[in-house]
């Protein structure tokens, strides 16, 4: 069965609220290009407040969120609410995340569980909460941030527990594209490299970006919305037949 794309659908957007990040330079960029937006982040307030401003700039109904993305109780309730509140889910961007700089031979239990537990099951938790929605209404879109991280060892800032949980993110989209195809819902992941925001241990000083620059083929670090551009597009209308991918956001650090 095939159920036709709402002319008026709704993305979830987690990691929304970080000022210079990815989350919301996507959530303005689909409000801005007509999605509904529900919002969802540690800081209920600041998702709040920006889902105002998305519906006073863009006129589309938005909807902001506190809950951290590892407690799953608290994804259910705030997954619910943007429910609630908003016109039916088609979309899903997993976007949340942390980084993890610190070196293998020094990587205590806690930061292994803290980076795997936000950055994998923090994935799964929010996904298989908005699939349950997604595959009622027959058709959907999950995008899922892994990172170059995943396929490079690392190479970045962030090193092994980061690039673990972040070939997670690729596993479980794959098995995602396969286990909710039949109910017309996709899921893929994108991996950025280098990207001007502040996970990488704060701003990024023009040394520091230059630097990163080096290894790129298209000699800069990327934008938020070189990422956001890359998720409207795979959770479009017209992205329909294509899942279980990985697209490689990254200034052609990484062929494969
Ligand atoms: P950011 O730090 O600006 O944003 C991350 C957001 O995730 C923040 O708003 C934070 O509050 C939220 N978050 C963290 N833990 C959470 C939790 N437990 N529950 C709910 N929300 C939580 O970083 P960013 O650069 O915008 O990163 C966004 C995503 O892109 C991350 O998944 C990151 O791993 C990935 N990524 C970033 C880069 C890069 O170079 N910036 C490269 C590859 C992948």
Request: glycine residues 12%.
């Amino acid at each position: 069965m095939t159920t036709s794309f709402p002319t008026s659908p709704t993305v979830v957007v987690t990691g929304a609220a970080s000022l210079r990040g990815i989350g919301r330079a996507t959530a303005t960029r689909l409000a801005e290009h007509g999605w509904n937006v529900g919002l969802l982040d540690l800081d209920g307030g600041a998702c709040a407040d920006l889902a105002a401003e998305l519906h006073d700039r863009f006129g589309v109904e938005a909807h902001g969120v506190g809950a951290d993305v590892v407690d799953r109780g608290a994804v259910q309730a705030a997954v619910d609410e943007l429910e609630a509140k908003l016109p039916p889910l088609t979309a899903l961007a997993n976007i949340a995340g942390v980084s993890s700089p610190v070196p293998y031979l020094e990587l205590d239990a806690d930061e292994w569980r803290r980076v795997m537990s936000i950055n994998l099951d923090g994935v799964h938790n929010v996904s298989q909460r908005v699939a349950q929605s997604l595959v009622r209404s027959g058709v959907g879109r999950i995008v899922s941030l892994s990172s170059v991280s995943a396929q490079r060892g690392g190479g970045t800032f962030s090193k092994t527990p980061y690039s673990v949980a972040k070939a997670g993110v690729i596993g479980l989209m794959r098995s995602l594209a396969r286990e909710l195809g039949e109910f017309g819902v996709t899921a893929n992941a994108i991996a950025p490299g280098p990207i001007d925001t502040d996970i990488m241990g704060g701003t990024l000083t023009d040394e520091r970006k230059e630097e990163l620059a080096e290894d790129l083929l298209i000699r800069r670090v990327g934008t938020p919305d070189d990422i956001g551009a890359a998720i409207e597009f795979l959770i479009g209308a017209d992205a329909g037949w294509i899942t279980g991918q990985t697209l490689n956001v990254d200034g052609g650090l990484y062929m494969h």
